[in-house]
């Protein structure tokens, strides 16, 4: 056979084959599709359900030991009047003990402080009983938030309206790209929140003979906000 023949045939069955590979690619790009990384997110404000209480009890002296005792003392009182309130739990926060100087450095004795921690979904309740506690203690901190139960709720009914909002999100999107559907090949969901920072409060020590009664706590909880995420990966077909 001649030789130009060959090439010929041999040039010939190459551009079949590239034209057959090319076609063969088209095909296959056009069944896998475009893909596209997408994100949805549905929040919501929830009004908080439980309220938290620190309060604390500070003595100082020349000795730590008899401080020690005044102090747990103290608290155990405070947790005893607050577990016979209906709804309120109570817990022994942070004790420590600090070593007291004066300003040349010599040492000038001992400073106890210990707290309690008090929570509640009553929350008036536990804002009564914070406002007698306080009356000879100190108030440490007061923050709202939500319960774990109302945070799960929510949580499951924004999941639902996230996934909605990412599909009709990525419908668009197809649409857009001229394409009459899609698939969802991987997703992601994420939850968050926040709630309101807690409030200051006076350090102040309230004494028995005080002219004046403590302020009423605050029992208006707030808002906490609850955010689901729904990012993922979805192929336009």
Same mark, same amino acid.
């Given at each position: 056979?001649?030789?130009?023949?060959?090439? !010929?045939?041999? @040039?010939?069955?190459?551009? /079949?084959?590239?034209?057959?590979?090319?076609?063969?690619? #088209?095909?296959?790009? %056009?069944?896998?599709?475009? &893909?596209?990384?997408?994100?949805?997110?549905?929040? #919501?404000?929830?009004?908080?359900?439980?309220?938290?209480?620190?309060?604390?009890?500070?003595?100082?002296?020349?000795?730590? !030991? *008899?401080?020690?005792? %005044?102090?747990? +003392?103290?608290?155990? @009182?405070? /947790?005893?009047?607050?577990?016979?309130?209906?709804?309120?739990?109570?817990?022994?926060?942070?004790?420590?003990?600090?070593?007291?100087?004066?300003?040349?450095?010599?040492?000038?004795?001992?400073?106890?402080?210990?707290?309690?921690? =008090?929570? @509640?979904?009553?929350?008036?309740?536990?804002?009564? /009983?914070?406002?007698?506690? &306080?009356?000879?203690?100190? =108030?440490?901190?007061?923050?709202?938030? /939500? @319960? *774990?139960?109302?945070?799960? $709720?929510?949580?499951?009914?924004?999941?639902?309206?996230?996934?909605?909002?990412?599909?009709?999100? &990525? +419908?668009?999107?197809?649409? &857009?790209?001229?394409?009459?559907?899609?698939?969802?090949?991987? #997703?992601?969901?994420?939850?968050?929140?926040?709630? *309101?920072?807690?409030?200051?409060?006076?350090?102040?020590?309230?004494? #028995?003979? $005080?002219? $004046?009664?403590? *302020?009423?706590?605050?029992?208006?909880?707030?808002?906490?906000?609850?955010?689901?995420?729904?990012? !993922?990966?979805?192929? =336009?077909?």
């Amino acid at each position: 056979m001649p030789h130009s023949l060959r090439a !010929g045939r041999i @040039s010939l069955t190459w551009v /079949l084959a590239c034209a057959l590979w090319v076609t063969a690619w #088209a095909a296959h790009a %056009q069944a896998v599709g475009t &893909a596209v990384h997408l994100d949805a997110q549905a929040r #919501a404000a929830v009004a908080n359900d439980e309220m938290v209480l620190t309060l604390a009890v500070e003595r100082d002296g020349p000795q730590p !030991g *008899p401080l020690n005792e %005044q102090v747990i +003392a103290a608290l155990n @009182s405070a /947790l005893a009047e607050a577990r016979a309130v209906e709804g309120v739990r109570g817990r022994l926060g942070s004790v420590w003990t600090q070593p007291l100087t004066t300003r040349e450095g010599r040492p000038q004795g001992w400073r106890v402080r210990g707290e309690v921690v =008090l929570e @509640s979904a009553r929350i008036p309740a536990l804002a009564q /009983l914070g406002g007698r506690l &306080a009356e000879r203690m100190l =108030l440490a901190g007061v923050q709202f938030r /939500l @319960s *774990p139960e109302r945070r799960r $709720a929510e949580e499951k009914r924004l999941v639902a309206e996230a996934i909605g909002a990412f599909r009709a999100r &990525a +419908a668009d999107v197809a649409a &857009a790209f001229g394409h009459g559907g899609f698939t969802v090949d991987e #997703a992601t969901v994420r939850t968050a929140g926040s709630g *309101p920072p807690p409030r200051p409060v006076s350090m102040a020590r309230a004494s #028995a003979d $005080a002219a $004046a009664a403590p *302020p009423p706590l605050p029992a208006e909880g707030g808002e906490s906000d609850v955010v689901v995420t729904v990012s !993922g990966k979805v192929t =336009l077909r």
